[in-house]
Every structure is written in C-alpha cells, then in structure tokens.
C-alpha cells in the first residue's frame, strides 16, 4: 500500500476514536435521563394548624330580572382538600314527568404563602348546574336548553378580600353567571 493510504486510513482511526470519546455512550444516556426522572421533588412544607374559611357566591343573571345568588362557605385547613357537593332533581315544568340533575359542587385546597402569611394560593374547582329558568326574576319558566359552568383554577388572594374570578355568558341566552371567591385565614 501506498504511505498516503496508510496515512488517511491512520487520520480516519483517530478521529473517529476521538469523536466516540467525546461522546456519551447510549447506556450513559439513558442512565443520566433515568436519574433526571428518578430524583423525587423536594418535600411540600408542613401545613399550618390555621383553618380558612373559603366562600363562594355565584350570581346568576338571565335577562332584566333579579340575579340569583348562591352562597357556598366551607372551612379547610391549610394545604388540606375539601369538596362540597350538593344535588336535586327538577322538573323542566309542573306538566313534566322528565327529571333533571342540577347541583353546585366545589372543591378547595388552600396554601398560605409561607414569606406573607396574609396571602393564600387557592386550587379552585365549581362545577355548577343551575335549574332552568333561574336568574330570570325566580320565574320557572324553561329554556330551550340546559346551561352549566366548570372551572378549574389557581389563585393568589389576600386573606377576608373578595375576588371577581370569573365571569361566563351562556351560549344559547342572555343569561350571565360571575363567581366571586373569597379566602380569609381564622385566627
């Protein structure tokens, strides 16, 4: 063979020889991302033995009449979950054999901000059904369709202020539902 073969095929060992080095085997790889997956979070800091009352009011507004209100207050204790729910069947109209579920769930699970303990950090779910014709002066009389409201939320309240969290319009009507949170830290 010629030098100059001899010679590329010398450069072509050592640089590939180097590149593999340089390289992380497929076994480093996969132990390194195990590792990543594997290392556990850092324990959640203990709960304070301190309760806090959350309520929830939500307006119900269907055209020019009075809104309907409904108050939902639990208590719960700090980083602890709880859930309300509440349910009854009802007819569209007084003729009617046909039933419907309506209800008000809500589930809470407050956190007091450990730097200002005034401040909570509140996981808020409401799944709410309302009867038919509510909201629209107390009238029963029934609507083409059924509304409901879900949410699933995250928020930061000071403690005893009330917040305007959400506010939905109905897809088929006039009708209007806010809820409005509050969270305040007992002492």
Do not use: H
């Not at 556990?40 to 809104?67: F, H, K, L, S």
């Not at 859930?83 to 809470?108: E, F, K, L, Y």
């Not at 509510?134 to 202020?161: A, F, I, V, Y």
């Amino acid at each position: 063979m010629s030098k100059s073969v001899i010679t590329l095929m010398a450069a072509v060992l050592l640089s590939a020889t180097a590149l593999s080095a340089q390289e992380p085997k497929v076994e480093e790889k996969a132990a390194a991302t195990a590792a990543k997956v594997e290392q556990p979070r850092p324990p959640e800091p203990p709960a304070q033995p301190v309760n806090i009352r959350i309520e929830v009011v939500i307006t119900d507004q269907a055209g020019p009449g009075e809104a309907s209100k409904k108050t939902v207050s639990m208590i719960v204790g700090d980083r602890q979950n709880n859930s309300i729910r509440t349910s009854a069947q009802v007819r569209p109209n007084p003729n009617s054999s046909n039933t419907r579920q309506v209800g008000i769930n809500v589930d809470a699970r407050p956190v007091i901000n450990l730097k200002d303990p005034s401040k909570i950090q509140l996981m808020f779910g409401l799944e709410y059904q309302p009867k038919m014709g509510t909201g629209s002066g107390g009238g029963d009389s029934p609507e083409p369709s059924s509304s409901s409201l879900s949410q699933r939320l995250t928020l930061n309240l000071d403690s005893g202020k009330p917040l305007l969290v959400s506010q939905a319009a109905d897809p088929t009507s006039d009708r209007k539902i806010t809820v409005e949170v509050t969270a305040t830290i007992l002492k």
